[in-house]
């Protein structure tokens, strides 16, 4: 199917979006939907003849354990809703932990890359097996962006992909913008990958901005899409012609006009020059097929629970990692906490003042997130309480009401949350 160019959807540039000239699809993320409604804006674009793709982020399909048989019928349950032509999620992990380990779950909170091995390959293919029969329509998995390699990968990106596609059948979503990221943070090339992977199970193309810093890319899809990105996708360009190409910005949301400037950036970048054209000419390195082993899923457990203990619970860096990097990459989950919690609650960083993020990063270094960004965001409140903060005697009583508010045995009642309000600001709103 032809999707054309398109851009991500969110709440915060959705009236911008819908007015945006030659916007021929979008897609929105799967979970800030309900399985049962649409938002006014995704109803009038579907009114218009506009695809809207469901882009799930939270399935773990690289994880140890099997997809999670409600989170599946979640993402079907949007499929149906929306009309989509298909569905896209990640080849990522995103909780490690539980009964093959042993151990609590923990949750990242962010897509993590899987090890490019043979085990972790066996696992990830058996999972998008369940995920495509428990999908209304076909799935197509993105590459990620990572900060770290992991020590002992048989295989390199092109090759994973490659393999993937030939088990499964899956279709592939590449992100221009990863392909990227992983040529500045683990010196993979992108043209090499782009040869390797197989381009005719291309179903669409991600465009996105980022940073660098310290010499390590932050894919933060909140800056403007930088030239070496469009080069990428000039180079992608030059061996097929993609269905479609989309742009994504999730923070730090520019104007209109700024947004209609990297459409039209993107949508005249052109086929590169420097190498040659066509599938059929690409190298095709096919590595030697190992014998399976038995165990790859408590193998791959094993790896992946002790790598993420060590990013959000402060558990040793386990061997062959570098330091350096998976303390870069541990920062950042802290931070990408933070400034979730304080979306999802934010009359926390509206109490605490200048001290929400010293104090909810502290509370992040060795206490991971196990139950979602609510359950976060009241255990960090729960746990100043219990010690006594914040200082000032107005805040905690506000802090105090607010948590009471949220824990009882069910939600508090409009003539008690008035109540609650008015107490709120005899006590010093």
Not at 39 to 51: A, F, H, I, K, Y
Not at 149 to 156: D, H, K, M, R, V
Not at 186 to 208: N, S
């Amino acid at each position: 199917m032809k999707l054309g160019i398109g851009i991500g959807w969110r709440p915060e540039i959705a009236d911008a979006v819908e007015a945006l000239p030659g916007v021929d699809w979008v897609e929105a993320v799967a979970e800030n939907l309900c399985a049962d409604h649409l938002p006014d804006s995704l109803v009038r674009l579907r009114e218009r003849g506009v695809t809207v793709v469901p882009h799930g982020v939270s399935l773990g399909l690289g994880g140890a354990d099997r997809p999670d048989p409600g989170r599946l019928a979640g993402l079907a349950a949007r499929a149906e809703l929306l009309g989509t032509p298909l569905v896209t999620e990640h080849i990522a992990f995103v909780r490690a932990g539980g009964p093959l380990t042993a151990s609590p779950v923990l949750e990242a909170g962010h897509l993590l890359p899987v090890p490019r091995t043979w085990d972790a390959l066996g696992v990830l293919c058996e999972n998008v097996r369940i995920a495509q029969d428990s999908l209304p329509v076909p799935l197509a998995l993105e590459n990620i962006a990572a900060l770290f390699s992991w020590p002992g990968e048989e295989l390199t990106e092109g090759q994973f992909l490659a393999e993937l596609v030939e088990r499964t059948g899956v279709r592939l979503l590449i992100d221009v913008a990863n392909l990227h990221t992983n040529h500045v943070n683990r010196g993979e090339d992108p043209v090499t990958a782009l040869d390797e992977l197989p381009v005719e199970a291309i179903a669409y193309v991600h465009v996105a901005g980022g940073i660098e810093k310290d010499g390590v890319w932050h894919d933060t899809h909140a800056h403007p899409v930088t030239q070496p990105v469009l080069d990428v996708l000039a180079e992608l360009r030059s061996r097929v012609d993609p269905p479609g190409v989309l742009l994504e910005r999730d923070d730090d949301f520019p104007s209109a006009g700024e947004l209609a400037g990297e459409l039209a950036a993107i949508r005249s970048t052109p086929a590169a020059t420097s190498t040659v054209l066509g599938a059929a000419c690409r190298r095709t390195v096919r590595p030697a097929k190992p014998v399976p082993t038995a165990g790859a899923r408590d193998r791959t457990a094993v790896a992946q629970t002790a790598l993420l203990s060590s990013l959000v619970a402060g558990t040793p860096v386990p061997d062959g990692f570098d330091h350096r990097r998976l303390g870069v990459q541990g920062r950042a989950l802290a931070a990408k906490r933070a400034d979730v919690v304080a979306k999802v609650a934010p009359e926390l960083p509206e109490i605490l003042g200048d001290g929400y993020r010293k104090a909810f990063l502290a509370y992040a270094g060795n206490r991971p997130m196990s139950g979602g960004y609510r359950r976060d965001a009241l255990a960090f409140a729960e746990l100043l309480l219990v010690e006594g903060r914040p200082d000032d005697e107005a805040a905690r009583r506000r802090l105090t009401l607010w948590w009471q508010d949220r824990t009882g045995p069910r939600p508090p009642r409009r003539a008690t949350r008035l109540v609650r309000s008015a107490r709120a600001a005899l006590l010093g709103k």
